[in-house]
């Protein structure tokens, strides 16, 4: 409760190591992210729940969560997370985090929430083919989770493969295509021709 609120942040982590109750921790730790005028301190304790939220009850924390999905880019990014990872998968975060793929820089975020608590590539597959031109990695990475789930991308994740002068995005690419598990003829060409590829780790891919 100190007023400055570096000292503050440092007490979270500090407070980590006292053998709090989980729940009792995890209370705490909305308190500060509903109360705490520091978003400094709110990332704080957010990076902290997002570690054990799927470990304890945080249901009553909903309203807090989703209030805070307004706010700018790491935070927003920190609640959708959490709320990814709560057990039972909140159902009623769905309609905000929907609200959130509207703001490109934060698509992947609240596009992995959404897959991980309704489970549909349909509502989330279009938002992230609309950022693949600037997150491509990022898009690649989350089509890895979605599996077969995400072939819509298919022609983004082909184009993205032949981007010669990115090869950590080709390697991507190359990952995304295998998790899609794809027989399509034009997959396996582009799979075929990135054998070819000067770069190893992409021909590991």
Do not use: N
């Not at 805070?68 to 709560?86: D, F, I, W």
């Amino acid at each position: 409760d100190s007023p400055d609120a570096e000292s503050r942040r440092w007490a979270l982590y500090a407070a980590e190591s006292v053998g709090l109750d989980q729940q009792t921790w995890a209370d705490t730790l909305v308190r500060v992210v509903q109360q705490d005028e520091s978003a400094d301190v709110r990332i704080a304790a957010l990076s902290t729940l997002k570690g054990i939220a799927s470990s304890v009850d945080l249901e009553f924390a909903l309203p807090t969560l989703v209030a805070r999905l307004v706010e700018p880019g790491r935070e927003t990014s920190l609640v959708c997370e959490v709320l990814g990872a709560m057990r039972p998968q909140p159902i009623g975060a769905v309609p905000f985090l929907k609200e959130v793929l509207a703001r490109d820089e934060l698509v992947l975020s609240a596009a992995s929430a959404l897959w991980r608590i309704e489970g549909r590539a349909d509502s989330i597959t279009p938002a992230m083919g609309r950022v693949f031109d600037t997150h491509g990695e990022g898009v690649c990475d989350l089509i890895c989770e979605l599996g077969p789930a995400a072939s819509p991308l298919i022609p983004d994740v082909i184009k993205a493969l032949a981007e010669e002068d990115y090869w950590d995005l080709q390697w991507a690419a190359a990952d995304a295509l295998r998790a899609i598990a794809s027989s399509d003829w034009m997959v396996l060409r582009s799979l075929l021709d990135a054998l070819s590829e000067s770069v190893a780790e992409i021909r590991e891919g």
